[in-house]
C-alpha cells in the first residue's frame, strides 16, 4: 500500500463546477499535511496547509480527518487556471520525511 | 531574487559519467532536501539535510552523494550514471521540518 494515495484522476471539468479531491495516508505519526499544486514542467508550490479544524482559502477549503487518516481539498468555482496536477502531501520524522502523493490532474474546460 | 536555485537546469549527458547539480537557497532556511521526479512524475524524496547534517537519506544508491557546505546550499554529484537515473531532481528547502518546502525550478538531467 502506499504511504499516500490519491484520486487517480484526470477530473475534466467546465469552469464554474465544483470538485473535491480525495487523499489517505497510512502512517498515523503523521505530522503535517499540505496540498501543493504543479503546473507542466514546472516545480511544486504550496497551495495550503491542512488543520484538522479545516482551513479555506478563496475558493479553496481543505480538510483533515486524523482519525480515518483522510485529506480533502475542494475547488469551487473552477477557473481556467485551475489546470494543474494537485499533490497530497504529508510529513513525518519530525517533518523531515516528506511523502508526495501521485498527484491529480485537473483540467478545466471552457 | 530567486529563492530556491539550482544549476544547470538541463543535463544531457552519456552512461558512465559522473555530474553535479548545484542548488542554493536565500531565504534563511535550516532544512534543504533533494527530490527525484520520474517519468511517471512521481516526486519522491531522496535527502533531507538539517543545517548541514544530513537527516534522512531513503535508500538511495550510493552513486549519489550530497554535500552540504552550509546551510544556504545543498550539492548533488552522481556517478557512474544510468539511464535510470533520468528525471528531473528537484531541490527544496524549509524553515524546520514542518513548514511550507519552497522549491527550485528543477533540473532536467537526460542520461543517454
Known amino acids: 500500500r502506499k504511504e499516500v494515495e490519491q484520486d487517480p484522476g484526470p477530473f475534466n471539468v467546465p469552469e464554474g463546477a465544483t470538485v473535491a479531491f480525495n487523499c489517505t495516508y497510512s502512517?498515523?505519526?503523521?505530522?503535517?499535511f499540505f496540498w501543493y499544486r504543479q503546473d507542466c514542467r514546472k516545480e511544486p508550490k504550496l497551495l495550503m496547509s491542512v488543520y484538522s479544524s479545516g482551513n479555506e482559502d478563496g475558493r479553496f477549503t481543505a480538510q483533515l480527518n486524523r482519525a480515518s487518516q483522510y485529506i480533502s481539498l475542494l475547488i469551487r468555482d473552477s477557473k481556467l487556471s485551475d489546470s494543474a496536477t494537485y499533490l497530497c502531501v504529508v510529513t513525518y520524522t519530525g517533518g523531515f520525511k516528506t511523502i508526495f502523493g501521485a498527484g491529480t490532474r485537473l483540467f478545466v474546460k471552457a | 531574487d530567486t529563492a530556491v536555485s539550482q544549476t544547470p537546469k538541463y543535463l544531457v549527458t552519456q552512461m558512465g559519467n559522473d555530474k553535479s547539480i548545484k542548488c542554493e537557497q536565500n531565504l534563511g532556511h535550516d532544512t534543504m532536501y533533494w527530490y527525484k521526479q520520474d517519468s511517471k512524475k512521481f516526486l519522491k524524496i531522496m535527502f533531507s539535510?538539517?543545517?548541514?547534517?544530513?537527516?534522512i537519506n531513503e535508500t538511495v544508491p550510493n552513486r549519489f552523494s550530497p554535500k552540504s557546505p552550509d546551510k544556504a546550499h545543498l550539492n548533488l554529484h552522481i556517478n557512474s550514471l544510468e539511464l535510470g537515473d533520468s528525471a528531473v531532481y528537484f531541490c527544496?528547502?524549509?524553515?524546520?521540518?514542518?513548514?511550507?518546502?519552497?522549491f527550485g525550478p528543477g533540473t532536467r538531467l537526460t542520461v543517454t
Open positions: 502512517n498515523s505519526a503523521s505530522q503535517s
Open positions: 527544496a528547502s524549509s524553515q524546520g521540518g514542518v513548514g511550507e518546502q519552497y
Open positions: 539535510y538539517n543545517n548541514k547534517e544530513l537527516i
